[in-house]
């Protein structure tokens, strides 16, 4: 059973930071890639960041130059530290691994940036 456990959530000031982790458990086959979506309400579902097997990072546009993923290999776990956080980027937060034969999703952590 793949199970997706996420942390690092809370609430925060803007201006500061928090590092969400996310470690995938019973995972069978290699893992592809490791990113993070958000949603806030009443907001489609966004692409936050990805991190492929090679290396490759890419990041939300608003996001990019704020946050950094990252991931333990040996752990399979993945890191999205973000900094600067602003007030626009309350939402949940829910890690996604792609593994060879299916996608897993965790159950969201709440983010939310006071003024």
């Known amino acids: 059973q793949v199970q997706l456990v996420e942390s690092g959530g809370g609430l925060v000031q803007a201006g500061g930071s928090l590092r969400l982790s996310c470690a995938a458990a019973?995972?069978?086959?290699?893992?592809?890639?490791m990113g993070w979506d958000r949603q806030a309400p009443g907001q489609q579902r966004e692409l936050v960041a990805v991190?492929?097997?090679?290396?490759?990072?890419n990041y939300l546009e608003s996001a990019k130059s704020r946050f950094t993923i990252f991931s333990d290999n040996t752990k399979n776990t993945v890191y999205l530290q973000m900094n600067s956080l602003k007030v626009e980027d309350t939402a949940v937060y829910y890690c996604?691994?792609?593994?060879?034969?299916?996608?897993?999703w965790g159950q969201g952590t709440q983010v939310t940036v006071s003024p």
């Open positions: 996604n691994v792609e593994e060879v034969m299916s996608d897993y």
């Open positions: 019973g995972i069978t086959f290699r893992i592809n890639g």
């Open positions: 991190i492929t097997r090679g290396g490759r990072r």
